[in-house]
């Protein structure tokens, strides 16, 4: 069965650095996404992106958030300048077409802690 | 803005009993409402979705939404314990392309 993976399953960074989760989304699919989740609350979304550019992101999605499909497979999400707040699961999801279910694939998540 | 709410439990439950989950939510724009089940350490899985109001059955479970009350319902009937899990309602505008807007999860425990 196809799915979402990602990578790394888990980092710890320093306050100030720069972090790349890594995704391969399910092959045929069009829409990615990024979501977290801090410990305890609400899966968050964070941005869609289809046909090479954002389609929506959220008030999270500030300028120290940054996506991108450098080839056929990949979707990255770079976080410029971690901060303490970052510290949470974030969750690669793709989707297809609209025609079908628009069922989102979630990978496992990458674990971010930032110290 | 809260768009949606959702009791976050815990509820533990005995095995064959009947689970009743709830969500409300607050942006009339909505139109599709999902379920997802979320195991520990694991990203959510899709249980099912229902486009506005009405019912919706796969096999053990059932949503249901009502847009007049902005109430979103799941009912698991002869609950296992394969199905204790976290459980997250979510509604969106359209079902693709655009965000989800989930509830905070009810974890549910169902005791053999």
């Known amino acids: 069965e196809p799915e979402v993976t990602q990578t790394p399953s888990h980092q710890v960074t320093q306050m100030g650095q720069e972090v790349i989760l890594r995704c391969v989304p399910i092959?045929?699919?069009?829409?990615f996404y990024w979501y977290r989740q801090i410990l305890g609350q609400k899966v968050e979304f964070l941005v869609s992106?289809?046909?090479?550019?954002?389609?929506?992101k959220s008030e999270i999605f500030d300028d120290q958030f940054s996506v991108e499909r450098p080839d056929g497979s990949n979707f990255t999400l770079k976080i410029r300048s971690t901060k303490l707040e970052d510290s949470a699961m974030y969750f690669c999801?793709?989707?297809?077409?609209?025609?079908?279910?628009?069922?989102?694939?979630f990978g496992e998540g990458s674990r971010l802690t930032v110290l | 803005q809260k768009e949606v709410e959702q009791d976050p439990g815990p509820l533990s439950v005995p095995e064959g009993a009947i689970v009743s989950l709830n969500c409300t939510y607050s942006n009339s724009a909505f139109q599709y409402f999902m379920w997802y089940r979320q195991y520990s350490r694991k990203g959510p899985e899709l249980l099912m979705y229902?486009?506005?109001?009405g019912n919706k059955e796969d096999g053990r479970f059932t949503a249901q939404v009502d847009k007049s009350s902005k109430y979103i319902s799941l009912f698991i009937r002869d609950s296992q314990p394969s199905d204790s899990a976290t459980y997250l309602c979510?509604?969106?505008?359209?079902?693709?392309?655009?965000?989800?807007?989930f509830g905070t999860g009810t974890s549910l425990t169902v005791i053999p």
């Open positions: 092959s045929n699919h069009l829409y």
């Open positions: 979510a509604s969106a505008r359209r079902m693709t392309g655009n965000q989800f807007y």
């Open positions: 999801a793709s989707s297809g077409l609209a025609t079908n279910t628009g069922e989102l694939f």
């Open positions: 229902t486009y506005s109001s």
């Open positions: 992106f289809y046909n090479n550019e954002i389609s929506e």
